[in-house]
């Protein structure tokens, strides 16, 4: 941390912020610039850097280390690659997600994954709870869905991800799930986080809608923060001015996400853009700019899909996805798999 | 809702449309214009509109209910004033909230609200459960917290607001505060809002970071559909790309809300910008533009505190703020009460 | 500017570093800290951050000078008040701006001026070149409206504010215009600043749509850069992603310029929301959150105007306004003038 | 336009609307539905939505023709392959357009022109005039820069693109370049616009920072509104709260353009990302989206590059890059031309 002084500032002002940083732990050294004196402090305690910024005579604070440790590249330089009963997810796999926004039932699920299998996808997902925007929806069916696409998943030889919407549910989701997922809505719900770093699972962390990147990174700190280190990343769109999509979907997260951690990241491309002849181009460009992966909501019937039916492929759609990004991740040396 | 076709729609495509429409429960009237064709559907389902919009000579879809309806102003023409042990929000009422981020201690809250209430605040907030964006941070007293609150307010014939974090706590914070508020985090935490919705206390709804008013209302819908009609909206900053305060504090949500919506609206210019020296100038503006109440974070040493120290007001700092919103509010048709 | 180095940095990086920049022209100081080391950089000399950022073993680069200098509180403690005739902003003086978006017609324009010049304004604006987003729009009456509205403010003893669209045009606004005005599309437009610069007259800068405000007083900064220090910026609303308002009108950036800047900021609240109803509560927002004036949208017949008639009050609307924003000054130790 | 009436609406009010709307020129029909009465709006007169809303009685003003018309996939469904001296832009054509930021000397746009062709780049980028954030940078060449990239181009038999910045230099770019460009900065700048849209050239649109693609069209429709329909557009990225990217690069205004209109659009990731090593990931991504070019910042000397040297690849990156997209673009059913 750097606090820089005001030009006016005085010695006293110096020296008063000088000990204010020392009484809080830190070490701290002075730099006398032309306009500006700098003075550094020395080390890892935790402050709120408003705390400093509101002395007398301090011009700005400057953050030097970032806030996540664990989820940084500098503490862990090759890429995390988190194998899923043999899928995997980083270095140079790529990982394909397909399924359902909402278990509907058991002929749903098992015509969509006997399709889905046959394709090549080895990753099922499909949600149990889905409390939606509008109180007067579809909520889900809850464990009676685990069940479906967990008996699903066994007999097509598929691993199931599944979102996990609150702690009550966590112990549910371990017994019938192979993969957690926390949606964007729930990134910064540090109760969740907390609760989920105790378990050893792998998890997808979805991005908030308004999260920076950073933030995003914090959030994948707390589930890194009890040792288990299998947290994959997913963008899925952030929230801007542009209406002609639902979000923007941040393709820049990905090269930049390599460069700050170690952490795969996967594109789910149907809620990023939220309407379904964008899904493809997107997933591509996903592919392309790198992605471990793409989650793609897929039904055999979007038109009577009990939720967000007009951002789900039809699986023969899917199937020209699958081949079209099959094609494309070898010219960057990575591998669907 | 109105499909509107386009202009190169044939009559099949058309026909198509009004039957997948009617087929949903509703009736329907076409209108013919000189590029389009309009098809007006008239009901009251439930349907996801991109269900529609991704049809053959579909151009787009137009909604024309909002989904909120209890919320709306227009199944309740006469404002919400919410009445907490006599304090009352909405009308021509303003309610001033303040109080520390986090409950510390006994003698923290009780020199804090000594000199809280003599300036003539009614309302005491105080934090109990502190997730914070690092898991390296101060938690929370947790229900210890609320018995000070609770003793404290009691002391100063106070009335008590704090914030619930997850469904698990309701029954502490029904025992112990009269007035129950959700973060801007938990906005959409759906399963949360359910389970509000069924107890009988005022809810403080904080608007989230990237949430349009109208998902904002969509929340408050949840709230009221159990008959719990005391809910009190918090605007509180919202996401843009200005980096020189933490969000940009939307004032104008104040008028934009009387308009849409009965329910009260406050401000928190503490969260809203993140600076101390920002508080005062976005209090006397929120209730210029006709906020029903204030909520403020007040430390009798913000230095020490805890958490957020640099946005908290010293009790002397608070004073001026009150007397000058004191003055403010007979302008404008209402009084601080 | 400060070169933290990355925690994995060698000596040789460290010192390459330092030899890049001594290069540039700066003074050098190195602090080494437990995790990283610091590169303090010491001088005036202009440089593109990212040269440096890219070199190997840096981490990040931290500006610790902001890049206006003239436009800054550092510079000049005391704040600028501009005085246009007699008519001041700035200080503890409020200006109030208002006439209609175009100028139309003599008659259009006497009606208004003389409404408002009875009820107390000072300062006439309006459009005489408009282009607008579409291309088959009124595009303004050009030099015959600058000859009408400057007779008609002549008549009525009041000041002229108008926009100035291109350099071409400068010339014409100085003959006729008190104040010139620069639109929010134009804040960046780096030519027309510099031919600007060089005038004597007033000017008044929005905010553009997008700007953060460190680049809007870059551009004050542009205009400042010749000797004239009469500007006045004028914040308009920010892009969100919020619908329910045109724009947001960013009220935070008053205190925030009051803090960076010496100049004054006026308000333009027509602009900023877009519909009739939200001006008169976001007029007297923004004065009570110190505004030094307030420019408003006036046309004695909204219904007829041929450019942002909804967002324009009756004269009879206007005196109300003007009236709450007179009564509320002076409890911000300020005055209409 | 449909107007949708109140609840509340009296059968006076709807009348009220219906005559406002006669008079304005348009055809009415009426829709009596459960809760709302909607009014349509029938005609192609041009009328500011808000005139509308204001009237009482009335909820909300639907838009349904787009304002855009030349520039929409309905006016022109096939794709506009734009070709400049045989380099095509659109349809199955991508076209590489590299270059430096700035022209700096005719040694460094001969060497980087000899390098760019060898690769198989055909047109030549570089910019003349530079206005910059601070008045205090390089500023260009002027004339003087045309005439070197016009001399180095026809060397090496590429064509030329540079960026004009007000329209006193139209007719200095129509004599020395193949393509003008508009910047982002320029994108709603309407006398340039207008200007430019009575000459023969063809013309690169580039997206304002916080621009919607809707907005964008608009633009493009004032350039097409002379009959000039050689119009590519060219994302850059846009404003959003992300801090890790200057801007984020919205990869899918390329399938929403594709769907909207029939204009070919290509990406610029040196602009959209800021830094080097985010560019080629970007690159391919863009063109795996469905992009009709790539626009990419090439220095032979990026550390010595006077304008944005830090986005700037060297020759041999840029190969890399080429050669990557070279790969793609047939995945696609496109070709690089």
Redesign the interface.
């Known amino acids: 941390m750097?606090i820089?002084m005001?030009?006016?500032a005085t010695e006293d002002q110096i020296e008063e912020a000088v000990e204010f940083i020392k009484a809080k732990g830190f070490d701290t050294?002075i730099?006398k610039?032309?306009?500006?004196t700098?003075i550094?402090a020395?080390?890892?305690k935790?402050i709120?850097m408003?705390?400093v910024?509101?002395l007398d005579g301090v011009d700005n604070i400057?953050k030097?280390?970032t806030?996540y440790k664990l989820a940084s590249r500098?503490f862990k330089q090759d890429d995390t690659v988190v194998d899923v009963n043999g899928v995997k997810f980083g270095g140079e796999y790529c990982a394909m997600i397909a399924g359902p926004c909402t278990i509907e039932s058991y002929e749903q699920m098992d015509e969509t994954a006997k399709q889905l299998a046959a394709i090549g996808v080895r990753v099922l997902r499909g949600g149990a709870f889905k409390?939606?925007?509008?109180?007067?929806?579809f909520q889900g069916l809850g464990e009676e869905g685990l069940k479906i696409i967990r008996e699903v998943a066994d007999k097509y030889n598929m691993v199931v991800a599944s979102e996990v919407?609150?702690?009550?549910q966590i112990d549910l989701f371990v017994e019938y799930s192979d993969i957690l997922q926390v949606g964007a809505?729930?990134m910064?719900?540090?109760?969740?986080l907390?609760d989920l770093?105790y378990i050893k699972k792998p998890i997808i962390l979805k991005r908030?809608?308004?999260s920076?990147?950073?933030?995003w990174l914090?959030s994948a700190?707390?589930l890194l923060?009890d040792g288990n280190g299998d947290i994959i990343l997913c963008e899925r769109g952030?929230?801007?001015?542009?209406?002609?999509?639902r979000n923007?979907?941040?393709?820049?997260?990905?090269?930049?996400i390599k460069?700050?951690s170690h952490l795969p990241i996967i594109i789910d491309p149907s809620h990023?853009?939220?309407?379904?002849?964008?899904v493809l181009?997107?997933s591509?460009?996903?592919?392309?700019?790198?992605a471990d992966g793409i989650m793609i909501e897929v039904h055999h019937n979007p038109?009577k899909a009990l939720?967000?039916?007009?951002?789900s492929l039809l699986p023969k759609d899917y199937e020209k996805l699958f081949n079209?990004v099959k094609?494309?991740a070898p010219?960057?040396g990575k591998q669907i798999n």
């Open positions: 750097l820089v005001k030009p006016t050294h730099s610039g032309d306009i500006h700098v550094g020395v080390g890892d935790s709120d408003r705390d910024e509101i400057i030097i280390s806030s500098a409390p939606r925007t509008s109180p007067y929806s919407m609150e702690s009550s809505r729930n910064q719900n540090f109760n969740l907390r770093s908030g809608l308004s920076t990147i950073e933030e914090m700190e707390y923060s952030i929230r801007t001015f542009e209406r002609a999509t923007t979907l941040d393709i820049s997260a990905i090269p930049v460069k700050l990023g853009t939220g309407l379904r002849d964008k181009p997107m591509r460009a996903s592919i392309a700019a790198g038109v939720c967000d039916g007009p951002q079209d094609a494309i010219l960057i």
